[in-house]
């Protein structure tokens, strides 16, 4: 409907007096950014509205990209909307692309909602919330998952394990646990829920899920009709996960909308993104963090995995390459928290059911470990029971996904 000249020949004219500005806001306020799940208003990308005499309202609206997708939806949404006055003959649209702290802004701000909305979970509002995932599958996520995890468990923390990987699996074999998964009748819920698989590491506990723990056949047909996101969703919901200090996610490879689900559900989450350390693998990590910076997740760290094995001559191989670890890590502006070798004793430990971490003396152990430490000292130190995260939704943390999405609109 929108044009230069109205036309009210065909008697179409203003059937009323022109809204307010305060009207036509109230109006826009109706008006949901579908990517940002929260109203244009509110998320102050509507610096100006004009009225003019004539019934045509003139509405400024800010992108957070000029090319956003979302473009052509928003444009019919706000005609359609502001239209329905009486008073209105017709609707322009300015429109404007946000500078970099208005992005930073919009995203705090959409981030905040997601988390106020965000669906109810059973895992503990303290909890750190760390998803392992990378852009395609076999860069040892799994691995880096179980590994950290035991760390941390062997740190004296209570560690939960949500293996994402719905079909591809792989957590109860590298963790050397089998035992199906339980379900039971808890105070205070309606319905029964699944008691994740414990195994003690130290001082502290791994609390394990995954699809591979559901061998009876009845319950294995019952997630086969489910979709990844629901299954997530479900192990989020109706797993008594009980007190917990960490939650580890080793996610499947590349699926953007288990992403989405996961921020819906649990807005605090934080990603970590592993990367071999081939130059080109650099550029398929960098689409996890891509997704990451569109469902709000904060992007926290880089691990290379599988760099130089180094052989008991003390020489080294860069069997995968070098420098994509640190390439990654400089483009999204995230920390690089560790550079794994290559190591046999890694792929034993996970064909043993014991992590490396644990026990390992090599080089490989040794810089899980550190990470762990990082971790628990650094990025996500453990946190008390009402001590609830504020701080995660500072526009500070939008900046290194910031700079991410610049690059790749750079790239673009
Ligand atoms: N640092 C490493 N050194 C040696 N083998 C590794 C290392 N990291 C992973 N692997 C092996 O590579 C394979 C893929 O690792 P995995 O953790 O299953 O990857 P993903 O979960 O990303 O698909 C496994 O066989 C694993 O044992
Ligand atoms: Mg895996």
């Known amino acids: 409907m929108t044009s230069t000249e109205p036309t009210d020949a065909v008697g179409s004219g203003p059937v009323g007096a022109p809204p307010t500005v305060d009207e036509v806001m109230s109006v826009l306020s109706n008006v949901i950014d579908p990517e940002l799940g929260a109203d244009i208003v509110s998320l102050g990308m509507v610096p100006s509205v004009e009225v003019g005499t004539d019934g045509i309202v003139t509405v400024e609206i800010k992108l957070t990209i000029s090319g956003c997708p979302m473009r052509a939806e928003i444009k019919k949404e706000v005609e ?37 909305n965000a669906a109810e979970t059973m895992v503990p509002a303290n909890c750190n919330v760390l998803a392992i995932a990378s852009g395609k599958g076999g860069v040892g996520k799994s691995s880096v998952t179980v590994n950290l995890a035991a760390a941390l468990a062997a740190a004296g923390h209570t560690v939960g394990v949500l293996d994402a990987d719905i079909w591809g699996f792989s957590v109860p074999r590298l963790l050397g646990i089998d035992t199906r998964l339980e379900a039971e009748h808890v105070e205070g819920s309606d319905k029964p829920l699944i008691i994740p698989n414990e195994r003690r590491v130290g001082d502290g506990v791994l609390k394990v899920v995954s699809t591979g723990f559901l061998v009876d056949e009845d319950t294995a047909l019952m997630w086969r009709g489910l979709m990844l996101t629901k299954a997530v969703e ?92 640190e390439a990654l890590a400089a483009q999204i502006d995230a920390p690089l928290l560790g550079r794994v070798p290559i190591e046999p004793a890694v792929s034993a430990g996970g064909d043993a059911g014991e992590p490396v971490a644990l026990d390992g003396t090599g080089p490989a152990a040794e810089v899980f470990r550190s990470i762990a430490t990082t971790i628990a000292d650094e990025l996500a130190p453990a946190r008390a029971a009402d001590d609830i995260d504020m701080a995660g939704c500072s526009a500070r943390l939008f900046d290194s996904v910031n700079k991410a999405f610049d690059a790749l609109d750079a790239q673009a």
């Open 80 to 116: 359609s909307r502001v239209e329905l006055h009486p008073g209105v003959i017709d609707t322009k649209i300015v429109w404007g692309e946000m500078n970099a702290d208005e992005r930073t802004e919009v995203m705090t701000k959409a981030r905040w909602n997601a988390r106020e």
């Open 234 to 325: 479900q192990f989020l919901r109706d797993v008594q996960w009980g007190e917990l200090d960490y939650l580890l996610i080793d996610m499947p490879p590349g699926t953007g909308d288990v992403q989405m689900g996961l921020a819906r559900m649990l807005p605090s989450t934080d990603l970590i993104v592993v990367t071999t350390p081939a130059l080109a693998a650099q550029k398929v990590a960098q689409r996890a963090a891509d997704m990451a910076k569109r469902s709000f997740l904060r992007v926290v760290g880089v691990i290379e995995n599988m760099s130089s094995f180094t052989d008991h001559h003390g020489d080294e191989h860069a069997l995968f390459g070098v420098g994509g670890g």
